[in-house]
């Protein structure tokens, strides 16, 4: 098949949803089918890419690496018009545009909803119930324009029901490549670990570091935690807008020993970071199918996360992680067991490991070619 995969943010961003889109590309081109990506146009900062097309845009504003889709050219559109499938990765601009193709040459259109796009009214506090009732109108009007809605997880498919769309859902998880964080061959310690004391414990969160990961309520929970076991570090890998203000609640509330902030670090380098800590924790509630969360399990991690959307999907209780209330008495109960039973630990840890093939790419771009395939039997049916 000759696959079109239509996104508002690529290479050179690098978030969940494009790293989400590479795996696709990956997995689909390994079965032997054709993929093509629309993009927006970076400029100098364009990356080559074999059949990777970049549309005239502009970036929004901030530095979120989306941008504004401007009408496709014609050179754009003769080579959308000659797919099989087109699958769009947003519902917004060049959602428009790729359903608009869809229709007018009787294409199947999928969309994956990787978001939970209605945590981000947050950011319109004062109309903050008007932007969410517009918004599931919005999104109940573009998902019923597609043939089939990709969702990620069974959390988010339950949520993209409650739209009220009638169009069908299909969960197919996303994939990572497992080995890249299973191998541990050639790993060296990063730098800026080399001076932590060996007997301490690492507790890794890896990530955008953004207000809505909620990323405070682990710092406090291990503050607590530290007072019943204080020889452990957490160590906050990734950029992002929370940075600043993470740093100086860490030094309020005396934590400036015990956290490393990493800043942005490359992608080929994470897993180094990985297998340097002990277990993985995260307190968002904002995810769909979290990849770090993947990441982590497949370089032998458990987890200590807050129940929700997303994590709940992958995280098996009491197996390959702890799922717990947001609540940090509760939260801090499971990381102070983790740190204090190494037995328990390496038992989740093997578990962890076995979890993690379940979203090989191989595994998950097979499932994503069966949802391809039904798609155009819906069509057909039409």
Known sequence: MKIGLFTECYKPVINGVVHSIMNTKEGLEELGHEVYIFSPDYGRKNVREKNLI???SAPLPGKTGYHYIFKLPKKVTDIAEALDIVHTHHPFTMGRYASEIAKANSIPLLFTHHTQYDQYTRYVPIVRKRAKRFLYGFLKNFCNKCDLIIAPSSSIQRVIKSY?????IQVVPNGI????FQEIKDLSTPRILSGLKPNYKIIIYTGRVAYEKNIDFIVKAFKIALTEYPEAYLLIVGPGP???SLIKLSARIGLTGNIIFTGEVPYNQIRNYYHAADFFMTASKTEVHPLVILEALAAGLPVVAI???GTSDIITQNKTGYLTRENLDEF?????????NPVRLNIMSRNAIRK???YSIPT?????VEAYKKAQTLLSKK
């Open 307 to 309: 129940d929700a959307i």
């Open 364 to 368: 998950t771009a097979k499932k994503m």
């Open 242 to 244: 929370a940075l600043g």
């Open 356 to 358: 993690s093939n379940d």
């Open 164 to 168: 009220g769309t009638q169009t069908p």
């Open 332 to 340: 801090a109960k499971k990381i102070v067991y983790l740190l204090k």
């Open 54 to 56: 970049h549309c005239p």
């Open 177 to 180: 490549d497992i080995t890249r």
